[in-house]
């Protein structure tokens, strides 16, 4: 019923950039996604919070500040991380997390969902 799909990760040298999208698709309900997010974990390494925006307010992890722009359209229900000045400590697969909202009224629900991820990697 659920679906976020990620994509445009890669192959980019150090010092290049990528724009990763990801979409949200419910079917069988109403629903709005509150709040986007990406998150990251490459090898060996906890899985952390890359980006997260909500209606217009963006947070970043201090690894990426300056570096990586998180954006959205509710409308289309996609956000996009723009990441550049990339260097092979971004190495990892960038996973889609979203706050969505589903039904309505007093059995409306919020969940938490995740899309499969999608493979950046920065060679040096």
């Known amino acids: 019923q659920v679906q976020l799909v990620e994509s445009g990760g890669g192959l980019v040298e150090t010092g290049g950039s990528l724009r990763l999208s990801c979409t949200a698709s419910?079917?069988?309900?109403?629903?709005?996604?509150?709040?986007m997010r990406w998150y990251r974990q490459g090898v060996g390494r906890q899985r952390e919070l890359v980006a997260e925006?909500?209606?217009?307010?963006?947070k970043y992890a201090d690894s990426v500040k300056g570096r990586f722009t998180i954006s959205r359209d509710i409308a289309k229900n996609t956000a996009w991380l723009q990441m550049n000045s990339l260097s092979p400590e971004d190495t990892a697969v960038y996973y889609c997390?979203?706050?969505?909202?589903?039904?309505?009224?007093?059995?409306?629900?919020?969940?938490?969902?995740w899309g499969q991820g999608t493979q950046v990697t920065v060679s040096s």
């Open positions: 419910v079917s069988g309900t109403v629903f709005h996604v509150n709040v």
């Open positions: 925006i909500s209606s217009g307010a963006q």
């Open positions: 997390n979203a706050d969505i909202t589903t039904g309505w009224g007093r059995t409306a629900a919020v969940d938490d969902y």
